[in-house]
């Protein structure tokens, strides 16, 4: 590829002589930071132009004259473009290829080391946060994913077909401080979009704060726009397709992570977390995770295109077997990639959340009078009717719960793939039995008799929540509908479904 210097000399000599390209097909003589804030941030791209067998990385200072053609420039539109290709070269702990920013919050003062606390920020809780550049800290973008990857050997594996447009990493320390400097990612946000969908799917993961080889350490994925992982179901309606305009803001105010999700056509989306303890963003305690979350870690904000579809054949979750050359102009033409265009990047001090944000979470909870257990506490043989039915279940949380002159236990939890699925137990002597199982659905996954049914019955009912509810072993489906109203009081209707007939019921459904 032939090298022009663009906007002048640069300082950093043998690299930015080498990686300041011509912007060819973009606005003429403008680069990203000339539309774009970007005096705190500096970019990792999927190319090697000086030859040091690395992934190459333009500081804060340089980044300011600098795009390159194909993986970081301004559209004719001034948008910001980051692609990826599935096959480059990776950053040292990961095996997934990207296009994208890291901020820093020390700006061009290299005289701040990277790892530095004062070049990152952490939450109120930990002991020294006054060391740090910053306590909390928000971003904000509004961006539409252009592109993932079209092929896969593995499909069925998470990251097939997805890109990651926004995060927070923790720093990796070499020595180690009360189970603290993994390197962990306490939010990613995720785009995925199967090849035979219309419309892709929008979720973010916690990671557990644990360390490489603890079998625990996954991360938890919690749903915005349409599925979740590896499920192959199409979203419909309820997802989003390339070209969409979405937007995120990642709030970390004193403790806790606030975010908010919004795109045009969908409802607002919001979940909170607290980052310095284990409990997660359903309220519940996860057992597994550090019992201080991120309370000690050293963190920073990314935004771009990190390529989730590697090109790594091994039996790992992580890793598809994305197709893909390493020659781009190849791997163009074959739809091995991912490009992301970010038309807002905003990033500084984090603010006071708005009052019960996130608590959109709870619907139906108010209908229910349940009590948490731990999961450990989980009857044995509880257990074993469940893992005949689904063996690959994995519990996450547990309730108890009393109606009808009943004791229930309600099981949450995930399955192999990562679908989310809820097991109704109820109390037989001293046995448990599984009686329903559960899931959450939204409006265009009903099956249309029954949203049918809902709408003849009562058509001025807006379900905020849908869960879907079949009575095992009977041939028998309940859909459970909750409304809010505008003074956050909740209601329900329940649509039976026996012998492909749908039924609006007048009171609710009992065993």
């Given at each position: 590829?032939?090298?022009?210097?663009?906007?002048?000399?640069?300082?950093?000599?043998?690299?930015?002589?080498?990686?300041?390209?011509?912007?060819?097909?973009?606005?003429?003589?403008?680069?990203?930071?000339?539309?774009?804030?970007?005096?705190?941030?500096?970019?990792?791209?999927?190319?090697?132009?000086?030859?040091?067998?690395?992934?190459?990385?333009?500081?804060?200072?340089?980044?300011?004259?600098?795009?390159?053609?194909?993986?970081?420039?301004?559209?004719?539109?001034?948008?910001?473009v980051f692609t990826s290709p599935?096959?480059?070269?990776?950053?040292?702990?990961?095996?997934?290829?990207?296009?994208?920013?890291?901020?820093?919050?020390?700006?061009?003062?290299?005289?701040?080391?990277?790892?530095?606390?004062?070049?990152?920020?952490?939450?109120?809780?930990?002991?020294?946060?006054?060391?740090?550049?910053?306590?909390?800290?928000?971003?904000?973008?509004?961006?539409?994913?252009?592109?993932?990857?079209?092929?896969?050997?593995?499909?069925?594996?998470?990251?097939?077909?997805?890109?990651?447009?926004?995060?927070?990493?923790?720093?990796?320390?070499?020595?180690?401080?009360?189970?603290?400097?993994?390197?962990?990612?306490?939010?990613?946000?995720?785009?995925?979009?199967?090849?035979?969908?219309?419309?892709?799917?929008?979720?973010?993961?916690?990671?557990?704060?644990?360390?490489?080889?603890?079998a625990n350490r996954r991360d938890?994925?919690?749903?915005?726009?349409?599925?979740?992982?590896?499920?192959?179901?199409?979203?419909?309606?309820?997802?989003?397709?390339?070209?969409?305009?979405?937007?995120?803001?990642?709030?970390?105010?004193?403790?806790?992570?606030?975010?908010?999700?919004?795109?045009?056509?969908?409802?607002?989306?919001?979940?909170?977390?607290?980052?310095?303890?284990?409990?997660?963003?359903?309220?519940?305690?996860?057992?597994?995770?550090?019992?201080?979350?991120?309370?000690?870690?050293?963190?920073?904000?990314?935004?771009?295109?990190?390529?989730?579809?590697?090109?790594?054949?091994?039996?790992?979750?992580?890793?598809?077997?994305?197709?893909?050359?390493?020659?781009?102009?190849?791997?163009?033409?074959?739809?091995?990639?991912?490009?992301?265009?970010?038309?807002?990047?905003?990033?500084?001090?984090?603010?006071?959340?708005?009052?019960?944000?996130?608590e959109h979470a709870k619907i139906?909870?108010?209908?229910?009078?349940?009590?948490?257990?731990?999961?450990?506490?989980?009857?044995?043989?509880?257990?074993?009717?469940?893992?005949?039915?689904?063996?690959?279940?994995?519990?996450?949380?547990?309730?108890?719960?009393?109606?009808?002159?009943?004791?229930?236990?309600?099981?949450?939890?995930?399955?192999?793939?990562?679908?989310?699925?809820?097991?109704?137990?109820?109390?037989?002597?001293?046995?448990?039995?599984?009686?329903?199982?559960?899931?959450?659905?939204?409006?265009?996954?009903?099956?249309?008799?029954?949203?049918?049914?809902?709408?003849?019955?009562?058509?001025?009912?807006?379900?905020?929540?849908?869960?879907?509810?079949?009575?095992?072993?009977?041939?028998?489906?309940?859909?459970?509908?909750?409304?809010?109203?505008?003074?956050?009081?909740?209601?329900?209707?329940?649509?039976?479904?026996?012998?492909?007939?749908?039924?609006?019921?007048?009171?609710?459904?009992?065993?």
């Open positions: 590829m032939k090298v022009i210097p663009q906007r002048g000399k640069c300082s950093n000599a043998a690299m930015l002589l080498i990686l300041s390209i011509f912007n060819v097909g973009a606005i003429a003589d403008v680069v990203p930071a000339d539309k774009f804030d970007l005096s705190e941030w500096n970019i990792t791209l999927p190319t090697d132009e000086n030859n040091d067998g690395k992934p190459d990385s333009v500081s804060v200072k340089d980044i300011q004259d600098f795009s390159h053609p194909d993986f970081f420039y301004l559209d004719e539109n001034g948008g910001m599935n096959k480059a070269l990776t950053t040292a702990n990961s095996s997934n290829t990207r296009s994208e920013l890291r901020h820093m919050l020390r700006g061009k003062s290299t005289r701040i080391k990277t790892k530095s606390p004062k070049n990152n920020f952490t939450v109120a809780s930990n002991p020294i946060a006054k060391r740090f550049g910053r306590v909390g800290g928000k971003m904000e973008a509004t961006l539409k994913v252009n592109h993932v990857a079209l092929r896969a050997k593995y499909p069925e594996k998470a990251p097939a077909y997805s890109v990651v447009i926004g995060q927070i990493h923790a720093s990796k320390w070499e020595k180690k401080i009360k189970g603290f400097g993994w390197g962990n990612e306490p939010l990613k946000i995720y785009y995925k979009k199967w090849p035979n969908h219309e419309k892709g799917s929008v979720f973010w993961t916690y990671e557990r704060n644990l360390p490489k080889d603890d938890i994925a919690y749903p915005v726009w349409g599925n979740l992982w590896t499920n192959p179901e199409d979203p419909g309606e309820a997802g989003l397709a390339l070209g969409e305009a979405l937007s995120y803001v990642v709030n970390v105010h004193g403790d806790v992570m606030y975010l908010t999700f919004e795109a045009d056509g969908h409802e607002t989306v919001e979940y909170k977390i607290n980052l310095a303890n284990a409990v997660d963003a359903n309220g519940k305690l996860d057992e597994h995770d550090h019992p201080y979350g991120y309370t000690l870690d050293w963190n920073y904000f990314k935004a771009g295109a990190y390529n989730q579809c590697s090109t790594k054949d091994d039996p790992g979750f992580w890793y598809p077997a994305c197709l893909g050359t390493g020659n781009w102009e190849e791997d163009k033409v074959n739809g091995d990639y991912a490009s992301v265009t970010f038309t807002r990047l905003e990033v500084g001090e984090s603010v006071a959340p708005k009052a019960n944000h996130g139906g909870a108010t209908l229910n009078e349940k009590v948490g257990m731990s999961v450990s506490d989980i009857p044995d043989n509880a257990l074993t009717a469940i893992k005949a039915i689904e063996p690959s279940f994995t519990v996450n949380e547990v309730e108890k719960e009393l109606k009808h002159g009943n004791t229930y236990l309600d099981v949450e939890g995930v399955l192999a793939d990562g679908r989310e699925i809820e097991f109704d137990m109820l109390q037989v002597a001293d046995k448990w039995k599984v009686v329903e199982i559960q899931r959450d659905l939204v409006w265009s996954q009903l099956p249309e008799n029954v949203s049918g049914a809902l709408k003849q019955s009562s058509p001025d009912f807006e379900a905020k929540r849908i869960i879907e509810s079949v009575q095992h072993g009977t041939g028998i489906t309940v859909y459970e509908f909750y409304a809010v109203d505008s003074q956050g009081k909740e209601s329900r209707k329940e649509v039976k479904v026996e012998g492909g007939e749908a039924v609006v019921l007048a009171k609710e459904w009992q065993h």
